[in-house]
């Protein structure tokens, strides 16, 4: 007579049916109300009432005790009451997988008909299993044997080596077990190029009504235009994602795959969730995508040197003019070259029907304020009408000469007249100045510099030409005193030619005689 052992694994659904149970670490166990009979079940460990949160490891629902899966420090004493205050206290003993303990033995099967016995699965797990409408797997000495999925294990002509320890697990579904990834997770993409993110679960021996995909922020794929079907491809979606599944050590290992065809900024700021679900449990983890740190060093190279730019660029902008006339003073630009001119400047400006204080402004700049400036301090030699020209000198030989010996034309801007009317009459143009600009714009081609003593709120009084002048180019304006002056003069220093090496004749009679007065405009 052959001796064939059965060991009864308690798996999810099955059921215990002795007060003392023994269990082996890592199984899902269920332990039913047994038969105490009640509407409302409650159970305690060690005074402690037990949650019947379905979310915890250890809960309780519908008079059933769950754990999933069982653990080490779960061994102890648990008990069922009624709201009749029935009770029932159950011993739970938790073991090691291995070294196999043999007190985890059901029973022993033992029959006449020992040629072809017959390993029967235990009714509490049968009736179980048929309530969930799931199939059996069936081990020996721990080892699956496949296509055995009825409630009974029938042996054929048994011999010597049909003995062993045979298993009967009922339909065993474990809650969903991430192999991959983490929760929390945070891959690495690069932008513009694809990206492949994959997702592996467990659900033990499951191999129906399991499923994993991806949703992106929480909503289904397919309203992000990911593709299923194996059509799909990235010329028509910008996600794919694929699943399979396959066994691992006889556990069913489910995998989806989601693909990015190509990543973009919206994708790093997107939350992906890889879900499990299986007919009573629906979890999920979080995975986000961040720039790798070969795309975050060139994208940080490329923003400073950006900012760099822009800022250089900014101070250029700023600082240009200071910067001309450093460089002017470093590398020793002169303008003594010998291009055959005398003066560097030609200075011009109307007195014609001016008010009074508008007369003795521009006579306080032109005697004063600008040989001062441009001839003692920086060495320019300029040629200022009525200070200069010789007496009794034609007028129009005059201005052509000297004209034609300056680099620059110095126009000062005369500020329109009101007349008795409270109306501002235009300025009319005398034929020196006509002369002066049509020869340096015409014949000479010189650099015109516009310079206004005071704040004007049009140029419709000026002539014709200088009215085109104004809008072409931005006027300086004067101001006497303040951080104002100093700019003004700089702007007036970079669009005049390089100060000359040496100082004019003039120059030096000025520095020898400086208490010569200023020379007399006014009519």
């Not at 499923?211 to 010329?235: F, L, R, S």
């Not at 060139?298 to 003019?321: K, W, Y």
């Not at 303008?335 to 014609?352: E, I, L, N, P, W």
């Not at 000359?500 to 007065?517: A, G, V, W």
């Amino acid at each position: 007579m052959k001796l064939i052992q059965l060991l009864l694994l308690f798996s999810f659904t099955l059921v215990a049916e002795f007060l003392n149970i023994n269990v082996i670490q890592g199984e899902a166990v269920r332990l039913p109300p047994y038969n105490l009979t009640n509407t409302e079940y409650f159970w305690y460990r060690n005074e402690t009432l037990i949650s019947s949160a379905a979310g915890q490891r250890v809960f309780c629902q519908a008079g059933y005790l769950f754990f999933l899966p069982v653990l080490h420090n779960d061994s102890g004493v648990y008990r069922l009451t009624t709201k009749q205050r029935d009770s029932l206290n159950i011993t739970v003993q938790v073991y090691d997988e291995e070294p196999f303990n043999q007190t985890l033995l059901y029973k022993s099967v033992f029959g006449l008909a020992a040629t072809n016995p017959s390993v029967n699965c235990p009714t509490a797990v049968w009736m179980l299993c048929q309530d969930v409408r799931g199939s059996f797997t069936w081990y020996k000495d721990f080892i699956h044997k496949p296509k055995r999925s009825t409630k009974y294990f029938q042996i054929f002509n048994a011999s010597k080596e049909h003995e062993g320890i045979y298993t009967c697990p009922g339909p065993v579904t474990y809650p969903p077990s991430f192999r991959f990834p983490t929760n929390g997770t945070a891959e690495t993409g690069e932008l513009g190029s694809p990206k492949k993110m994959v997702c592996k679960v467990s659900f033990g021996y499951c191999q129906e009504d399991c499923e994993v995909g991806w949703k992106i922020n929480g909503a289904d794929p397919q309203k992000h235009m990911v593709h299923k079907d194996k059509t799909a491809n990235c010329t028509n979606s910008r996600f794919i994602m694929e699943t399979s599944w396959e066994k691992e050590n006889d556990m069913t290992i489910y995998k989806a795959v989601l693909t990015i065809c190509k990543v973009t900024m919206e994708d790093f700021q997107t939350k992906f969730w890889c879900v499990a679900e299986t007919p009573n449990r629906w979890e999920f983890v979080t995975v986000s995508l961040r720039i790798s740190e070969t795309m975050y060093k060139c994208l940080i190279v490329h923003l400073s040197i950006m900012g760099v730019l822009i800022l250089t660029t900014v101070a250029f902008r700023v600082f240009m003019i200071d910067l001309a006339l450093i460089y002017r003073d470093v590398f020793k630009m002169h303008s003594s070259k010998k291009d055959g001119k005398v003066y560097d400047a030609f200075v011009m400006y109307q007195t014609h029907n001016m008010e009074r204080t508008a007369e003795e402004r521009i006579a306080h700049f032109v005697s004063t304020v600008l040989p001062d400036v441009l001839e003692r301090k920086y060495g320019y030699s300029l040629f200022i009408c009525g200070r200069d020209d010789l007496p009794g000198e034609d007028c129009v030989e005059m201005v052509q000469s000297r004209v034609k010996l300056s680099r620059r034309l110095v126009v000062l801007l005369t500020p329109a007249c009101t007349g008795q009317d409270g109306i501002s009459a235009p300025v009319a143009e005398d034929a020196t100045s006509q002369l002066a600009l049509h020869q340096a714009l015409v014949q000479e081609e010189l650099k015109i510099i516009l310079i206004e003593l005071e704040k004007m709120d049009g140029y419709c009084h000026l002539p014709q030409a200088l009215q085109h002048l104004a809008h072409k180019t931005t006027p300086l304006r004067w101001e006497e005193t303040g951080c104002s002056s100093g700019r003004f003069w700089k702007r007036v220093r970079y669009q005049m030619p390089p100060a000359p090496i040496h100082l004019s004749y003039y120059s030096c009679m000025r520095k020898l005689q400086p208490e010569i007065q200023p020379l007399n405009i006014y009519h």
